[in-house]
């Protein structure tokens, strides 16, 4: 087979030799072909010969190389196995060194559970402690022992227990330090600061509180009630002595929860249109009611100083009705008896007029908040339809105007009702007034006429 590719490529060579010779320098005979095919062919073996030994040399090569990378390949392969198996006596080596460890360490492991639990429950407690405000980053350290693995020196232990003491012997302490407070707006400002032990803040006249996520000094966006607030001047301006002071026990976890507490101004936004209509009513019908208080003080001073000089009729409700007598003394007791009668009709509505809407807004005030009451509650249920019970602040508003729109009505009613009563007493007094004295000047004119 391989004589016939050989002949087979000889003659493809000789073909080819050919037609390149005969086209470039052709053969004048047959002679000269024979020799022209032979030094051909020489040629041929010559290139073939020289082919096949760089192929010869090559393969050898290759096999070398084969051999050697398998060679590799096998070497690789056992240090895999000796790694592996390095790692499996490793393996079982530091099980063993960790077992001897635990050991070796007894009750120390005890106690390094017991230092890791307490250095995360302290360091917690630091980060939200009022003292950190003026001691700021206690614990870095604190939470680095808490999170470690391995056994804590003895130094370390003595700076745990130093931290812990130091946090003890402070929260004891009233101190004044300077630092920065930032305000509602954001603008910071230096000042001293009163730290009253680990429970309060306090800078200018109000309480502060320490933000430990932002490691920052901030006011309090609503200040507790005025009777509160009104102790810490005093207790900052002290030096000596004993000074009152409503004290944070939560240090400054309730005064942030005040802050979110509804103030008057809140409420009553909160009770919608119908607590402003409420609001409304109250204030016109104090309006009259003082009116009314006024003006009926004014007259009854005049019936009173009038009672004192019966003789000389005033510009008054009983110098009117004693004008009247004077004017009829001639007249029989039965037609005089009239005349007052008549007269105290005409004096008695300019007492009397305005106090019934007094009344009336006392009545509408609760109807009205009943009326907030049921729109509050039709809102609320309407939320609860639309977006169910998962979310409470839906149904806040709605629940708010309900509750609120009510007490406004009842505050509003109870004011106005004493004011309706004493109004409505001190017209009645002086109606009272002119019908006293409306009945002794009818005894006294049948006196005279009896005599």
Do not use: C
Not at 78 to 96: C, S, T
Not at 185 to 192: A, E, I, L, P, Y
Request: overall charge negative.
């Amino acid at each position: 087979m391989k004589k016939f590719i050989s002949t087979a490529i000889v003659a493809a060579t000789f073909a080819l030799t050919s037609g390149s010779a005969i086209a470039a320098d052709a053969p004048q005979s047959i002679e000269q072909l024979l020799q022209q095919v032979q030094s051909d062919r020489a040629s041929q073996s010559k290139d073939n010969a020289k082919r096949e030994a760089e192929f010869r040399a090559e393969r050898g090569d290759k096999a070398a190389l084969l051999k050697r990378e398998k060679d590799a390949l096998a070497a690789e392969r056992q240090r895999g196995v000796d790694l592996n198996q390095a790692f499996l006596d490793n393996e079982r080596k530091i099980a063993q060194l960790e077992e001897d460890l635990k050991t070796a360490q007894g009750d120390l492991g005890e106690m390094f559970g017991v230092v890791k639990g307490e250095a995360g429950d302290f360091a917690g407690k630091l980060v939200g402690s009022n003292i950190s405000a003026q001691y700021p980053d206690r614990d870095t350290f604190i939470a680095e022992l808490g999170a470690r693995k391995q056994l804590p020196k003895i130094e370390e232990l003595e700076k745990f227990w130093e931290e812990q003491l130091l946090e003890m012997v402070e929260s004891g302490k009233v101190v004044k330090f300077q630092g920065q407070v930032t305000g509602i707006d954001g603008n910071v400002r230096d000042t001293t600061i009163t730290r009253v032990g680990a429970f309060n803040l306090l800078a200018d006249g109000e309480y502060v509180v320490f933000n430990s996520d932002l490691g920052l000094i901030q006011e309090l966006s609503q200040q507790p009630d005025g009777y509160v607030v009104s102790t810490v001047a005093p207790f900052e301006s002290a030096s000596t002595g004993a000074e009152n002071l409503y004290i944070d026990t939560t240090g400054g976890v309730l005064l942030n929860i005040f802050t979110q507490k509804a103030s008057i101004e809140d409420r009553i936004e909160a009770g919608g249109p119908i607590g402003y209509i409420i609001i409304g009513l109250l204030a016109l019908g104090a309006l009259i009611a003082l009116e009314r208080l006024i003006t009926l003080s004014i007259i009854s001073g005049k019936v009173k100083a009038q009672r004192k000089n019966l003789d000389n009729p005033g510009n008054n409700p009983l110098g009117r009705i004693l004008k009247v007598y004077q004017d009829n003394k001639d007249v029989d007791v039965e037609t005089l008896e009239l005349k007052l009668d008549e007269a105290i009709l005409k004096e008695t509505p300019a007492l009397e007029t305005r106090i019934s809407i007094i009344k009336v807004f006392a009545a509408i005030a609760p109807m009205m908040g009943l009326l907030g009451t049921v729109t509050g509650m039709i809102a609320t249920f309407q939320s609860i339809q639309l977006f169910g019970t998962g979310d409470p602040k839906l149904m806040a508003g709605g629940i708010s105007m309900a509750l609120v729109t009510t007490v406004q009505g009842l505050i509003a009613a109870l004011p106005l009702m004493l004011l309706h009563a004493i109004v409505v007493a001190r017209s009645k007094s002086v109606v009272q007034i002119l019908e006293e004295q409306s009945a002794g000047i009818v005894a006294e004119h049948a006196e005279k006429r009896a005599d």
